[in-house]
């Protein structure tokens, strides 16, 4: 799996806490702190499609045309994993990563 661009991640994050699919066209309103134009917004959508992170799974009315709707093919969690696979790391590599996530998740316990 190819790791995504900020851009791609900004996008991403949107559809990973949205409750449902979203059409391209609402992105630009539901993406805070975005760093991109409205026309870039669909071939960031065609992209991450191609990566195989962003599936289409519908349609929805919007005034008197239909547009499709888009949502994650697999969760920020197993987007990340499968980053983390790519890296080939041994099994010390991996102790330490899953200790600092425990030590990241006690911090976020106590907040």
Known sequence: MEQLSKSEKQIMDTF???PQPL???DLLSACVGRT????????????????????????VRRGKTYARTFQPAFSRVEYWAEIIKQEDMDGDQ????????AQHKRSLDLA
């Open 16 to 18: 990973w806490n949205s």
């Open 94 to 101: 991996l102790s330490e990563l899953t200790d600092l996530l």
């Open 23 to 25: 059409p391209a066209s």
């Open 36 to 59: 991109w134009k409205a026309r870039s917004v669909f071939p960031l959508v065609k992209k991450l499609i191609e990566k195989g992170v962003l599936a289409e799974v519908g349609c």
